[in-house]
């Protein structure tokens, strides 16, 4: 971490330093990963949900999008389908639809897609980072992670 920002060079780093991910390193592929929203979602109610549980994307969760009229209108709109997809549970909301991640903070969906873009193109949520104060590196969860946390 340099200034507060991540870069993908210390990412790679926490790779080729062979600190693979615990579920690589043991032969099975983790597959669902745990996450905590930073503001949380809030229902009907007035209920927040902020723990989640998001899967490994298909290829069948990337095209079928696709042939959404609203992803047609709209392409801004496939992050909301493609979300709603992959994300299997989010407190007690009973399902997760497009019109439940299109009413979340703008800060959430951030999160959101940063994590689907962790857990499908690196397989963890995990990130090794480096204290700007004593130069201890270390690797953090961003799953878990709340605005200015990791």
């Given at each position: 971490m340099?200034?507060?920002?991540?870069?993908?060079?210390?990412?790679r780093?926490?790779v080729h330093e062979?600190?693979a991910p615990?579920?690589?390193?043991?032969?099975?592929?983790r597959?669902e990963?745990a996450?905590?929203l930073?503001?949380?979602?809030?229902?009907?109610?007035?209920?927040?949900?902020r723990?989640?549980v998001?899967?490994?994307?298909t290829a069948?969760?990337?095209?079928?999008?696709?042939y959404?009229?609203?992803?047609?209108?709209?392409?801004a709109?496939?992050?909301?389908?493609?979300?709603?997809r992959v994300?299997t549970?989010?407190?007690t909301?009973?399902?997760?639809?497009?019109?439940v991640?299109?009413?979340?903070?703008?800060?959430?969906?951030?999160?959101l897609?940063?994590?689907?873009?962790r857990?499908?193109?690196?397989?963890h949520t995990?990130i090794a980072?480096?204290c700007?104060?004593c130069?201890?590196?270390?690797?953090?969860d961003?799953?878990g992670?709340?605005?200015?946390e990791?």
């Amino acid at each position: 971490m340099r200034n507060g920002v991540l870069d993908e060079q210390e990412q790679r780093l926490d790779v080729h330093e062979g600190h693979a991910p615990d579920a690589a390193a043991h032969g099975v592929l983790r597959t669902e990963f745990a996450f905590e929203l930073p503001r949380g979602y809030v229902d009907g109610d007035g209920v927040v949900h902020r723990s989640g549980v998001m899967r490994l994307a298909t290829a069948r969760d990337e095209l079928l999008p696709l042939y959404d009229a609203r992803v047609q209108e709209n392409a801004a709109y496939t992050t909301v389908v493609l979300l709603a997809r992959v994300i299997t549970s989010l407190g007690t909301v009973p399902a997760i639809t497009a019109n439940v991640v299109e009413n979340m903070f703008a800060s959430d969906v951030a999160f959101l897609q940063d994590l689907y873009r962790r857990v499908n193109a690196e397989g963890h949520t995990r990130i090794a980072v480096t204290c700007s104060a004593c130069q201890h590196r270390m690797t953090v969860d961003l799953a878990g992670g709340r605005l200015g946390e990791s």
